[in-house]
């Protein structure tokens, strides 16, 4: 078994940052690649990033791409999202995912193990 834990929510202003991280311990050899997935009161699991463990390739939502950066530091285990130029709609529950193949890394379902989630508040 895996398990994440995410880091570095909170409420920031538009147009400010944040970096959230994710911690991974367990059977972390297991891991593949890592991702992030936001989700709003009433709407689906929505893709934010991911990252291959092994070469770092890297997948955006359009909606974030430019402004969103996802990283690993194998070493640590851990994945990070730095989040620029927030917008009040980026507004969420962001949860911290891994998966053990090489699946479709913008699915859900996918990923194997979830984070508990980390509140992101933007205001305007």
């Keep these: 078994q895996v398990q994440l834990v995410e880091s570095g ?3 920031v202003q538009a147009g400010g ?10 059977r972390t ?8 997935f936001r989700q709003v ?3 689906e699991r929505e893709f934010v990033a991911a990252i291959s463990w092994s070469g770092g390739s890297t997948y955006y939502a359009d909606s974030v791409k430019g402004r969103f950066t996802i990283s690993r ?10 989040m620029n130029s927030l917008k009040p709609e980026d507004t969420a529950v962001y ?3 891994a998966r053990r193949w ?15 989630g980390t509140q992101v508040t933007v205001s305007s």
């Design 17 to 26: 940052s944040l970096r959230l991280s994710c911690a991974a311990s367990g």
């Design 73 to 82: 530091d194998k070493a640590k285990n851990t994945v990070y999202l730095q």
């Design 41 to 43: 009161p009433g709407q």
């Design 29 to 36: 050899f297991s891991i593949y690649a890592g991702g992030w």
């Design 102 to 116: 090489d699946g479709d890394p913008y699915r859900s379902e996918s990923y194997n193990y979830w984070g508990q």
């Design 9 to 11: 929510g909170g409420l």
């Design 95 to 97: 949860y911290c995912a």
